[in-house]
């Protein structure tokens, strides 16, 4: 069982950054993938980014170069450092925990980012 608590989220103006966090509490499984995805009201929710355990990473193309996300295995974090943001990039942001299998994936419950012009 996988708990996630995302923490960061806020009101910057554009150009600005904000640094994501999430911690995840982990009972009898193994995480293999982790990540962020964003929604906005209305739409499809979309991957931002992820990491798996051996150091994989993937970026939506709208953040690449904008966005950086990195892991701390020792205290079962992953963390979105988000540059350069866009009004484009305001939406709910999720993370989501994978394990190796076919499980399904366990998701937290969105941090609002919010980025003004």
């Known amino acids: 069982q996988v708990h996630l608590v995302e923490s960061g989220g806020g009101l910057v103006q554009a150009g600005g950054s904000l640094r994501l966090s999430c911690v995840a509490s982990?009972?009898?499984?193994?995480?293999?993938?982790m990540g962020w995805f964003r929604q906005t009201p209305g739409k499809q929710r979309e991957l931002v980014a992820t990491?798996?355990?051996?150091?994989?990473?993937n970026y939506a193309d709208s953040v690449k170069g904008r966005f950086a996300i990195s892991r701390d295995n020792a205290k079962n974090t992953v963390y979105l450092q988000m540059n350069s943001l866009k009004p484009e990039d305001t939406a709910v942001y999720y993370c989501?925990?994978?394990?190796?299998?076919?499980?399904?994936?366990?998701w937290g419950q969105g941090t609002q980012v919010t980025v003004s012009t």
């Open positions: 989501v925990a994978d394990g190796f299998g076919d499980e399904q994936p366990f």
């Open positions: 982990v009972r009898e499984f193994k995480i293999d993938a």
């Open positions: 990491v798996t355990s051996g150091g994989i990473t």
